[in-house]
């Protein structure tokens, strides 16, 4: 893209008030560092432990709160569930620092963002208990979201990515794809942390291998996750936004990283009595590493 080319209005929708489409915010409203939830009850829970709060402001699924701990400026945004709703709140972030809103071109001097999602998510491999506080080393994604963008690999992600797609073969047409965490957050915030793929599916019960009453086309996904091996790495989690912060992140020039609250084995059948003291335990662990 022509960086001094003018989006329109169309590509780039500004609300009167100077906001950004979905998220209604400004660009002066986010931090560089942006903690993001999927539930929106769940911003309010990150934003107690801040020292002090400036903003709050909502549209929709995206509740934004921006605050201090110490002198530290920081941001805690709700996404939704999903890739689809990854795809607007990366791009409006990337937006409301990336893009001069007046002139509606890129800034010649780009800012990247440190982005860190702390999410829930169900293990796949029976070592990892309930309770786990875990860091995707990478997000590989069973959606369609990065077939619609350009992204460059490294070599280590191309020939992983390789093994990934002989293993799945062809399965039903779905075609996984693969980014990384980013190294600098990952030594900062999970240095004594677990890690693993953590694979990214575009619904909650027959794309996470769930049995309800529809009848399912890919038998036994969990099976075909959990016995996935290349060089020391394997699948650990399944969960529904991270590959598409990683993909969409490392695509726009952002770091990222997903810590998971094991809530559930997907092996044992098992879902956690305490899920909101496992949250906690993530979020203040995360919050204590800022």
Same mark, same amino acid.
């Given at each position: 893209m022509n960086q001094s080319a003018k989006l329109s209005e169309a590509d780039l929708i500004i609300n009167q008030d100077g906001s950004i489409y979905h998220l209604n915010l400004l660009p002066e409203d986010i931090a560089d560092t942006v903690i993001t939830v999927g539930d929106l009850d769940r911003v309010p829970e990150v934003s107690k432990h801040f020292d #002090? &709060?400036?903003?709050?402001?909502?549209? #929709?699924?995206?509740?934004?709160?921006?605050? !201090?701990? @110490?002198?530290?400026? =920081?941001?805690v945004i709700s996404t939704g569930i999903g890739t689809d709703n990854i795809d607007i709140v990366l791009n409006e972030l990337d937006a409301l620092v990336n893009i001069d809103f007046d002139s509606r071109t890129v800034k010649p001097q780009l800012k990247s963002l440190n982005l860190i999602r702390i999410g829930t998510s169900g293990?796949?491999?029976?070592?990892?208990?309930? @309770?786990?506080? =875990?860091?995707?080393?990478h997000g590989l994604g069973f959606d369609a979201l990065m077939h619609y963008y350009e992204q460059q690999l490294g070599e280590e992600e191309q020939l992983l990515l390789k093994d990934i $797609?002989? $293993?799945? @073969?062809?399965?039903?047409? &779905?075609?996984?794809?693969? %980014?990384?965490a980013d190294k600098s957050l990952l030594e900062q915030?999970?240095?004594d942390m677990p890690t693993g793929i953590t694979a990214t599916a575009p619904g909650f019960y027959a794309p996470q291998g769930r049995k309800v009453r529809a009848k399912d086309t890919i038998s036994d996904f969990i099976g075909k996750l959990n016995s996935f091996s290349s060089k020391?790495?394997? &699948?650990?989690? =399944?969960?529904?936004?991270?590959?598409? &912060? !990683?993909? =969409?992140? %490392?695509t726009l020039g952002h770091k990222a990283l997903s810590i998971n609250a094991i809530l559930a084995s997907r092996v044992k059948f098992e879902f956690s009595s305490n899920p909101n003291a496992i949250v906690e335990k993530a979020i203040t662990t995360i919050l204590e590493r800022i």
């Amino acid at each position: 893209m022509n960086q001094s080319a003018k989006l329109s209005e169309a590509d780039l929708i500004i609300n009167q008030d100077g906001s950004i489409y979905h998220l209604n915010l400004l660009p002066e409203d986010i931090a560089d560092t942006v903690i993001t939830v999927g539930d929106l009850d769940r911003v309010p829970e990150v934003s107690k432990h801040f020292d #002090r &709060i400036e903003l709050k402001k909502g549209k #929709r699924e995206f509740i934004t709160h921006t605050g !201090y701990i @110490g002198s530290k400026r =920081l941001t805690v945004i709700s996404t939704g569930i999903g890739t689809d709703n990854i795809d607007i709140v990366l791009n409006e972030l990337d937006a409301l620092v990336n893009i001069d809103f007046d002139s509606r071109t890129v800034k010649p001097q780009l800012k990247s963002l440190n982005l860190i999602r702390i999410g829930t998510s169900g293990a796949i491999q029976p070592d990892l208990p309930m @309770g786990t506080i =875990l860091a995707s080393s990478h997000g590989l994604g069973f959606d369609a979201l990065m077939h619609y963008y350009e992204q460059q690999l490294g070599e280590e992600e191309q020939l992983l990515l390789k093994d990934i $797609h002989k $293993h799945f @073969g062809n399965m039903e047409g &779905i075609k996984p794809y693969l %980014n990384v965490a980013d190294k600098s957050l990952l030594e900062q915030f999970a240095h004594d942390m677990p890690t693993g793929i953590t694979a990214t599916a575009p619904g909650f019960y027959a794309p996470q291998g769930r049995k309800v009453r529809a009848k399912d086309t890919i038998s036994d996904f969990i099976g075909k996750l959990n016995s996935f091996s290349s060089k020391n790495q394997r &699948i650990t989690n =399944l969960e529904m936004e991270t590959a598409g &912060i !990683y993909a =969409l992140a %490392n695509t726009l020039g952002h770091k990222a990283l997903s810590i998971n609250a094991i809530l559930a084995s997907r092996v044992k059948f098992e879902f956690s009595s305490n899920p909101n003291a496992i949250v906690e335990k993530a979020i203040t662990t995360i919050l204590e590493r800022i």
